[in-house]
């Protein structure tokens, strides 16, 4: 790819990003995000063959950096309350603010079940995993290194004696399926509205409630509004800005 086509590629991408941060997918035309752009239609549609074909980018975009600016933010946590916290409200706002994702990661994960738990298996639907769409490849790859962080972070919090014994791998799994269905659960919500909050809280409850261990304490104490707005922030990607 030359780099003025690069250039006007991640310009394109850039201008969808927003659009589709401000709106839902059907309030955005193609036409705005040209726009924005500052380009023809016709040389968007030489990039993006259909709305569907530039969301799709967008949401492998955005996968990419939700869990970039995660991974960052983890690392600079040295509690596992408050990483446990930090990788469990980040992925559940972002499956409510992008409910796609939460669709194409229930296929993926039922086409794992499918395939006895090989994700590498080949499946004439999507041509085999060497061929799959970036979305899917994204999708993939998220859920696979947001169980490794919950790996890490419950192995951290058992040997430090805050997480009662459990087999990290098991738990990791049954976390993520907490935020999946308490993301599905709530379909069709703003990602601010009280109903999302309340269950991002309930989420939290429900998994620090069956790591505390027993006679102590349950461990969904709030890191507190400042970071939680940071953590927010951090999902909503995009949210933010005209």
């Known amino acids: 790819m030359s780099r003025p086509r690069d250039m006007r590629r991640r310009r394109i991408l850039e201008s969808a990003v927003h659009a589709?941060?401000?709106?839902?997918?059907?309030?955005?035309?193609?036409?705005?995000?040209?726009?924005?752009?500052g380009v023809a239609r016709g040389t968007l549609y030489n990039h993006f063959r259909s709305k569907e074909k530039l969301y799709k980018e967008v949401l492998a975009l955005r996968i990419g950096e939700l869990m970039d600016r995660l991974e960052g933010a983890l690392r600079e946590e040295s509690d596992p309350v408050g990483s446990l916290r930090r990788c469990v409200v980040h992925p559940f706002l972002f499956f409510v603010k992008y409910p796609d994702v939460l669709l194409l990661w229930r296929r993926e994960e039922l086409k794992e079940i499918a395939n006895g738990?090989?994700?590498?298996?080949?499946?004439?639907?999507?041509?085999?995993a060497r061929r799959k769409a970036p979305l899917i490849r994204r999708i993939a790859g998220m859920r696979e290194r947001l169980a490794g962080l919950l790996r890490g972070i419950l192995c951290r919090g058992i040997g430090q004696g805050i997480f009662r014994s459990v087999d990290p791998d098991g738990a990791s799994h049954v976390i993520l399926g907490a935020i999946e269905g308490m993301a599905g659960a709530q379909s069709g919500a703003a990602v601010d509205s009280p109903s999302a909050r309340k269950?991002?809280?309930?989420?939290?409850?429900?998994?620090?409630?069956?790591?505390?261990?027993?006679?102590?304490?349950?461990l969904n104490r709030s890191p507190g509004p400042a970071a939680d707005d940071a953590v927010e922030e951090l999902s909503l990607l995009g949210r933010e800005g005209a």
Do not use: I
Not at 22 to 31: F, I, L, N, Q, T
Not at 117 to 128: I, L, R, V
């Open 117 to 128: 738990g090989n994700t590498q298996g080949s499946d004439p639907t999507d041509g085999g």
């Open 199 to 218: 269950a991002k809280e309930e989420l939290f409850e429900f998994v620090s409630a069956s790591l505390s261990r027993p006679g102590s304490p349950q």
């Open 20 to 37: 589709f941060a401000k709106k839902d997918y059907a309030e955005v035309s193609m036409e705005e995000v040209a726009t924005r752009a």
